[in-house]
């Protein structure tokens, strides 16, 4: 069966580093999308993409996040200069059509020290 | 604001006993999914309603969406400790495009 897979499972960076999350999203899928879940919070939406660029993200996608489409299977996510209140697990998923269910991968747990 | 609100937030219950979750909302939702949250894992998704007023059965599981599209339930017949886990309703506000994710609700199954 076909799933979301990313890399890598956990990351751990210093306060101010850059860093990339990769997703590679289910192969017929055509929207993309990252979230964010923080210890024991609720999962919250960052950004949706869709033929080459942004269609939606939410207040917390702010000018230190960016996403990429690189080639035809990877979908990145970019945190340009890490502040420890990014520490979250980070979850990619895709879905066949806008408003079609979304499947999500394992996720990224991003650790900022 | 929470605008997909469920409860409860936490349940504890022994194995057998039946239950039901909400999630409800004062907006109106294209659709809405089920998921169940393992630790340290993604969501994996359980069902999608669509119609006001669907019904749909997935084993021992029964979701059920709202006449008016506002309001879902997840009922849970003679549950197991495999059915102890986070599960998350979400979906999209009619008129926008963000998915949005309920509060959640854990679960745990004693055996």
């Known amino acids: 069966e076909p799933e979301v897979t990313q890399t890598p499972s956990h990351q751990v960076t210093q306060m101010g580093q850059e860093v990339i999350l990769r997703c590679v999203p289910i192969?017929?899928?055509?929207?993309f999308y990252w979230y964010r879940q923080i210890l024991g919070q609720k999962v919250e939406f960052l950004v949706s993409?869709?033929?080459?660029?942004?269609?939606?993200k939410s207040e917390i996608f702010d000018d230190q996040f960016s996403v990429e489409r690189p080639d035809g299977s990877n979908f990145t996510l970019k945190i340009r200069s890490t502040k420890l209140e990014d520490s979250a697990m980070y979850f990619c998923?895709?879905?066949?059509?806008?408003?079609?269910?979304?499947?999500f991968g394992p996720g990224t747990r991003l650790t900022v020290t | 604001t929470q605008l997909l609100e469920q409860s409860p937030q936490f349940l504890s219950i022994q194995e057998g006993e039946n239950l039901t979750v909400y999630c409800n909302s004062s907006?109106?939702?294209?659709?809405l999914q089920w998921y169940r949250q393992e630790p340290g894992e993604g969501p994996v998704l359980l069902v999608t309603?669509?119609?006001?007023?669907e019904v749909k059965k997935l084993k021992r599981l029964t979701f059920q969406f709202g006449d008016a599209r506002k309001d879902s339930s997840l009922h849970i017949t003679a549950a197991q400790p495999g059915d102890t886990g986070l599960y998350l309703c979400?979906?999209?506000?009619?008129?926008?495009?963000?998915?949005?994710f309920g509060t959640g609700t854990r679960l745990k199954v004693l055996a």
């Open positions: 979400a979906g999209v506000r009619s008129g926008t495009y963000k998915y949005i």
């Open positions: 998923a895709s879905s066949e059509g806008r408003f079609y269910e979304q499947y």
């Open positions: 993409f869709y033929n080459n660029e942004i269609s939606e």
């Open positions: 309603v669509v119609t006001g007023g």
């Open positions: 907006s109106v939702f294209s659709s």
């Open positions: 192969s017929n899928h055509l929207y």
